[in-house]
């Protein structure tokens, strides 16, 4: 019966079924913890955000609504915030470009299904990102995924920061329209 | 009122929709947002392309053992609710027997923003609409908490959650949206929702758009 619906595991979880809090757990987990990887590049600390994650989500599961977004988009929101949280104050000056650079492409140890999932979910979003120049990519990743504030993103002014992360984002959300378009 | 004009608002509006404004800016941005729309547009175009970011992280296998890490987490943290709510009630009724109406109410109304403990649901229905397709499920626990989701097959709108456990005539207990075929709804019901009783979406012209009748869980 596992194979129904994010929504479904969702309504499950907020009614206490230990069935569905597993299979949500199951499902997400890789993506979760991969996430909080990516921000917190520890990977006890990854654990406890991804943990933590999972937890406000089950506390939250009855005010989830699904008009305001998928279920992996509001459960990675919760782990992206948690994770900031929890490198805000040990956040480093600067970050490796590999890091940065590895975002635009699919991992190596994906399932085929999972990258036909990965297609239909961000492919065209990925390949916006990997077309953007350079200084307008590590803006957008910087304050879209490590939240870093304008003015926190080193070596340029507080008006140009401002300009590349106004282009980037207007970048992807034009890659997802067409996306949309498409299907 | 929001201090920020229209065009500091969308001056602003991707680093909003980001969350990586600072507290005052994000507070008189947020101010002058809830009250005009063709802004929450603009910021909403900025969200939905900004929401979509932390899809693009890598998957990482976690350590082993972390499921049943977390999982064990959410059966603590779901007895100490349990503990809290039995607190609550016991000292309010203690206070006065008068009150207890009240606290009854208290508790029920945390039941529909706050997960039950972790246990076992005794039953669940699985949605199913015209010509016998499935359109979602719902899952009872503890006899009367609520969660129904569809998924598949069901028109856009509002739907009232009708409940009708066996040989009781039905009660509308709530009231769910769907848009695009998706919508949930968690709630109590007032009466007891044991093996043989049904649960519909009645549509706002009356029409049932699908039914489960709740069964043990196999």
């Known amino acids: 019966m596992w194979s129904v619906s994010d929504d479904a595991l969702v309504a499950g979880l907020a009614a206490g079924d230990t069935d569905a809090a597993s299979a949500f757990v199951r499902r997400f987990q890789r993506r979760v913890f991969g996430l909080a990887r990516t921000i917190v590049t520890d990977d006890r600390a990854a654990e406890d955000v991804a943990q933590e994650a999972f937890v406000r989500a089950w506390r939250h599961a009855a005010a989830y609504d699904p008009r305001r977004g998928s279920v992996v988009g509001w459960l990675l929101t919760i782990t992206r915030n948690l994770a900031i949280d929890a490198v805000r104050v040990r956040r480093p000056t600067s970050l490796d470009p590999s890091v940065l650079v590895g975002l635009d492409r699919a991992g190596t140890d994906r399932s085929p299904e999972d990258l036909a999932q990965l297609g239909d979910d961000t492919a065209q979003l990925r390949a916006a990102l990997g077309r953007l120049p350079p200084e307008q990519h590590r803006a957008i990743v910087l304050a879209g995924l490590f939240g870093y504030t304008a003015r926190e993103i080193e070596g340029i002014p507080l008006g140009t920061a401002k300009t590349r992360i106004r282009t980037a984002l207007g970048r992807l959300r034009a890659a997802l329209v067409d996306q949309e378009e498409a299907e | ?218």
């Not at chain 2, 929450?40 to 082993?64: C, N, S």
């Not at chain 2, 999982?71 to 309010?92: E, M, Q, S």
């Not at chain 2, 009367?144 to 509308?172: E, F, H, K, M, N």
């Open chain 2, 1 to 218: 009122m929001s201090a920020y004009s229209c065009a500091q608002v969308r001056d602003l509006a991707p680093e909003l929709a980001l969350g990586i404004l600072g507290g005052a800016e994000r507070a008189e941005a947020i101010l002058h947002v809830n009250g005009c729309a063709r802004c929450q547009a603009v910021v909403g175009e900025f969200a939905e392309a900004a929401d979509a970011l932390p899809l693009l992280a890598r998957e990482v296998e976690p350590p082993p053992g972390f499921e049943d890490r977390v999982l064990a987490t959410l059966r603590a943290a779901g007895r100490r609710n349990v503990r809290r709510w039995i607190a609550a009630v016991a000292v309010a009724a203690a206070a006065a027997a008068i009150v207890s109406i009240t606290i009854v109410r208290v508790v029920e109304a945390g039941n529909e923003t706050t997960p039950q403990a972790m246990q076992p649901a005794p039953v669940e229905a699985r949605m199913v609409g015209a010509g016998g397709r499935s359109a979602g499920w719902a899952y009872v626990t503890n006899g009367r908490s609520l969660a129904v989701a569809v998924d598949y097959g069901v028109p856009s709108g509002t739907y009232s959650i009708a409940v009708q456990p066996r040989g009781s005539s039905a009660v509308t207990i709530g009231r769910m949206a769907v848009v695009e075929g998706r919508g949930s709804w968690t709630g109590r019901s007032g009466p007891e929702l044991g093996p043989g009783a049904t649960i519909a979406l009645i549509d706002a012209a009356g029409g049932e758009t699908c039914r489960g009748t709740v069964r043990a869980r196999s």
